[in-house]
């Protein structure tokens, strides 16, 4: 809920630069968690590693209870009948609908990456780390680089992110042991990857901008499904057919959902 608050915490002008410091953050997070927690469990037990945790949300609480101010409750137009009304927009279900192809594929295909990179690729374990370091540098700068356009043209900003994960993917199976494609293909897949959340919010809160909340809850809820879901069906193909397979298979869906977007209603 932290993207949908934003959006009424600051100048419309600025929503979308602010939307995408908050999802920089999830980022920036994601890229920062893993190795720092993986760091304090080493050196003082996986114990310590979740009392921090524990710790920095409290103090986290207390400061958002004290930053952030009291907001009213956003007006709702006439006739609209909550979630379920927006939902009924052209828009909002082509954009829903975009995403939960778009990310399904995603993590489909990414839950695997690293067998990816070493099996398929012929990458030695040691070019794991700064491979996966390029995907979150380049996740964080398209996070930026897709608010700042998404602002503007959401539509054609998620249709070309679509794009660019269909095309990394399909790379991403081509190359085979041509190391150094891999390099190519991980940053324009973090690249791409990194803009959709920013760039999805956008699209729903620019379709019904008084249900912002409501709107952010549906997109959510169909985001981490997703996830679920291409996770699921990763595991399923990867079991009956191998990785290849998979790679094309996660491609194939990423290229629907650009064309959802492509011949789906404009507004």
């Not at 839950?111 to 995907?135: C, D, F, K, N």
């Not at 491609?251 to 011949?263: H, T, Y």
């Amino acid at each position: 809920m932290a993207a949908a608050v934003t959006t009424r915490l600051v100048a419309l002008r600025d929503v979308a630069l602010a939307v995408s410091f908050v999802i920089g953050g999830v980022a920036a997070a994601s890229v920062a968690g893993v190795p720092l927690g993986t760091m304090v469990g080493d050196a003082l037990g996986w114990r310590a590693a979740f009392t921090a945790l524990a710790i920095a949300a409290l103090v986290l609480a207390a400061a958002l209870t004290i930053a952030l101010p009291r907001l009213p409750r956003p007006a709702a137009s006439a006739g609209d009948d909550g979630p379920a009304q927006a939902l009924l927009t052209p828009a909002v279900a082509i954009g829903l609908a975009m995403v939960a192809l778009l990310v399904t594929a995603h993590f489909a295909a990414y839950t695997y990456v690293r067998p990816v990179l070493e099996e398929h690729s012929g990458l030695a374990p040691t070019a794991i780390a700064p491979l996966l370091l390029v995907y979150g540098l380049f996740g964080l700068a398209g996070n930026f680089l897709a608010g700042a356009t998404a602002a503007r043209r959401s539509r054609l900003t998620i249709l070309t992110l679509a794009g660019g994960i269909a095309l990394a993917v399909a790379l991403s199976a081509l190359s085979g042991q041509t190391s150094w494609v891999a390099w190519v293909w991980i940053a324009l897949w973090g690249a791409a990857y990194g803009g959709v959340s920013v760039a999805g919010r956008l699209w729903m809160t620019r379709a019904v901008p008084h249900r912002v909340e409501q709107i952010a809850g549906l997109y959510v809820g169909v985001f981490t499904a997703s996830i679920a879901l291409g996770a699921l069906l990763g595991g399923v193909v990867v079991e009956a057919a191998g990785l290849v397979l998979l790679l094309w298979s996660a491609a194939a869906l990423a290229l629907v959902s650009l064309l959802v977007g492509v011949f789906g209603p404009r507004r």
